[in-house]
């Protein structure tokens, strides 16, 4: 009787154990969740900041501004949820609530031909991750159902025209470059390059329309400077085969 209870009460007690390890690792599990998305949710709002911190760099359309705004709403109230006692989250999200709705009422869609070009080939490097990273944070939110369809689509080919636009300013650069140094054949390329992608664009604004006429007058302006250097040099080689000819001419008998 005795081992009876003995073994009972073993029993139990590696039953209790089980049972509390099983709870502990659950509860780990959870802590381990709950932090993972805390940590996904505090990227999410890094990357929208410093996508929204580019807005002086780039023209924001009013739909981009309230997607990263909304998305920063999104991640702290996931944020919140997680961990209803942080005041200091329960505050941003009233101050980005705030922010949404000022934007919903006065923001203004930036003009497009407020673009500033890159100064460098680096700085045109990372204007183009900004904007790639932007389309891909539109790309989630769309498949999230956070921008319907056709404002989807007219954000995607704004953004899609930006890249655009500054892959030709940087051309552009660089060909004017080219210009001053007189290497013409490297200048002539990259114009009608960029000339030729130009003119495959059915909707372009008045910034791209102003870069393709820039680039088709320095292509001409180009080209009639190349035309009268090898002008000046044939006349150049014919005053002088003149001047031979007369050098070595017979000399007359009197």
């Not at 309230?66 to 505050?91: C, E, F, N, W, Y």
């Not at 497009?112 to 183009?128: C, I, K, N, T, V």
């Not at 921008?147 to 995607?156: H, K, L, N």
Request: zero cysteines.
């Amino acid at each position: 009787m005795v081992l009876t209870l003995v073994l009972l009460s073993i029993g139990a007690l590696l039953f209790l154990i089980i049972g509390y390890n099983i709870v502990q690792q659950y509860k780990q599990k959870l802590e381990a969740d709950r932090r993972a998305l805390m940590a996904k949710q505090k990227m999410i709002i890094e990357e929208a900041e410093e996508i929204l911190l580019n807005a002086n760099r780039l023209p924001f359309s009013k739909t981009l501004v309230l997607l990263m705004q909304t998305r920063i709403h999104d991640a702290l109230k996931s944020i919140l949820q997680a961990a209803p006692g942080m005041d200091s989250v329960r505050q941003r999200l009233q101050d980005v609530q705030a922010q949404i709705k000022y934007v919903q009422e006065h923001y203004q869609n930036s003009d497009e031909s407020s673009f500033r070009a890159p100064d460098s080939d680096q700085q045109a490097l990372q204007m183009l991750q900004l904007v790639k990273k932007i389309r891909a944070v539109v790309r989630v939110e769309h498949n999230k159902g956070k921008i319907d369809p056709q404002a989807f689509v007219t954000e995607d080919r704004r953004l899609e025209l930006m890249l655009l636009k500054i892959n030709i300013a940087n051309l552009t650069q660089r060909a004017f470059e080219s210009r001053m140094q007189r290497q013409f054949g490297t200048a002539k390329q990259l114009l009608t390059k960029g000339i030729s992608a130009l003119a495959a664009i059915h909707d372009k604004d008045p910034w791209l329309i102003a870069r393709e006429d820039e680039m088709r007058n320095a292509l001409r302006d180009m080209n009639q400077q190349i035309e009268e250097a090898s002008q000046k040099e044939r006349d150049e080689m014919k005053e002088k085969k003149d001047d031979l000819d007369v050098l070595f001419q017979p000399k007359k008998k009197w």
